[in-house]
Nanobody, 120 residues
Framework: QVQLVESGGGLVQSGGSLRLSCAAS????????MGWYRQSTGLRRELVATITSSGNTDYADSVKGRFTISRDNANNAQYLQMNSLKPEDTAVYYC??????????????WGQGTQVTVSS
């Protein structure tokens, strides 16, 4: 099993910044792709950003140039630096990780979510 614990959410004014963190723990062998997703009230969960184990990144168009995803492979952690926040960024943010346990299968895990609220 893999446990993902997020932190760093909160309330910020429009134009402000927040940094989300997600730490993975458990008895896994490897962590592959990691990423951040968000879900606003009444909407489907959507991709925000992803990062591979080698550091390749991908972003939703709505956050390009404002958000930066990074990871610390030695500590099995990932981060999301969010700048120039807008009210439409308000959502519950979830981290995701793909892990294996020494065999060929890979499994995805989700964090519990952290609320980000941007006031206008």
């Amino acid at each position: 099993q893999v446990q993902l614990v997020e932190s760093g959410g909160g309330l910020v004014q429009s134009g402000g910044s927040l940094r989300l963190s997600c730490a993975a723990s458990g008895t896994f062998a490897s962590i592959y792709d990691m990423g951040w997703y968000r879900q606003s009230t009444g909407l489907r969960r959507e991709l925000v950003a992803t990062i591979t184990s080698s550091g390749n990144t991908d972003y939703a168009d709505s956050v390009k140039g404002r958000f930066t995803i990074s990871r610390d492979n030695a500590n099995n952690a990932q981060y999301l630096q969010m700048n120039s926040l807008k009210p439409e960024d308000t959502a519950v943010y979830y981290c995701k990780a793909i892990a294996s346990f020494g065999g060929p299968n890979k499994y995805q895990y989700w964090g519990q979510g952290t609320q980000v609220t941007v006031s206008s």
